[in-house]
């Protein structure tokens, strides 16, 4: 994840944009668009001026806002997909044993949570009704096989 960067204006809540959020959500939560990883460090004059109308902050705080709400929504699942996500683990298989450990449930199960709560977490518009009831519509699609 590291590697990757995505510009405010090209964030589209896809699979991967997600997990990149997760995995700077405290830089969002506190206003601050993460830099590119290919900026130069040069610290001169601009080019161009530009006039902004809104606070540098509110793009930043504002995607934070709404992966919040949207992990809020898928409930346990969405909290085991930001907790997995937010912290980048080296071995995310060791990660998701270990929280099947913790939930006592397999390691499968638990796979297929994260994945759930990820297609629903992700997607340019937010998912009407509920978590549960986008699972039961989404049965079939969402199962790991």
């Known amino acids: 994840m590291k590697d990757k960067w ?3 204006n090209s964030f589209k809540f896809t699979k ?3 997990k ?6 405290i ?8 830099p590119s990883h290919k900026e130069s460090g040069y610290v001169g004059e ?7 109308h809104e606070g540098s902050f509110i793009k930043a705080a504002s995607i934070a806002a709404e992966l919040d709400l949207r992990i809020q929504r898928a409930g346990v699942d969405g909290l085991i997909l930001e907790f997995l996500y937010a912290f980048e683990p080296e071995d995310e298989l060791f990660v998701i044993e270990h929280i099947a450990q913790c939930l006592h449930l397999e390691t499968k199960e638990v796979s297929q949570r994260i994945r759930n709560a990820l297609y629903f977490v992700s997607g340019a518009d937010r998912k009407a009704g509920s978590y549960s009831q986008y699972i039961k519509d989404n049965y079939y699609t969402l199962k790991i096989k």
């Open 16 to 18: 991967a944009q997600v």
């Open 20 to 25: 990149w959020a997760l995995a700077n959500i």
């Open 46 to 52: 601009p080019y161009k001026k530009r006039v902004s």
């Open 27 to 34: 830089t969002l939560r506190n206003g601050i668009w993460p």
């Open 6 to 8: 995505y510009s405010y």
